[in-house]
């Protein structure tokens, strides 16, 4: 391979990396993985959004979470805009409720960041758009 095509593939794995990032999925649709990224999808936005409504919106803290707000932040960036919202308002959450929140939301930003991982090696690896099969075509 030239220093051209190494310079296109290694932009070609960080698109893929950051779609994965920021919609849960994406980065598997790029490389064709179509039926799959629709998995991946459902799953991490699920789990999130049950976060969500057993915890309310404040488990969302980017001030006091700590490592659990590093985690969260791996289900997209539109965390932080959840983590803005939350530090202007009186969004409380306390008990049980809010710490089942915390650990959805933030399992579902972990199941996230394995996905860019398997993406972005995929991608390396040829599956895809670097070899031209759909899944759909076996």
């Known amino acids: 391979m030239s220093n051209k095509s190494n310079s296109d593939h290694a932009m ?39 976060g969500l409504h057993v915890g309310s919106v ?30 202007q308002g009186e969004y409380l959450a306390y008990g049980k409720c809010s710490d089942i929140g915390q650990i959805y939301t933030s399992i579902a930003g972990l199941l996230n960041m394995l996905c860019i991982v398997s993406a972005v090696y995929m991608g390396h690896s040829g599956r895809g758009e670097l070899i031209g099969d759909e899944e759909d075509d076996k």
């Open 58 to 87: 404040a488990v969302i803290n980017s001030k006091g979470a700590g490592l659990w707000y590093i985690a969260q932040m791996m289900v997209s960036p539109g965390v932080a805009v959840i983590a803005n919202i939350t530090r």
């Open 12 to 50: 070609f794995l960080l698109v893929v990396g950051l779609l994965a990032w920021v919609i849960p999925g994406a980065g598997h649709f790029l490389i064709k993985e179509r039926k799959r990224a629709a998995v991946i999808f459902v799953t991490i936005v699920g789990t999130f959004l049950v």
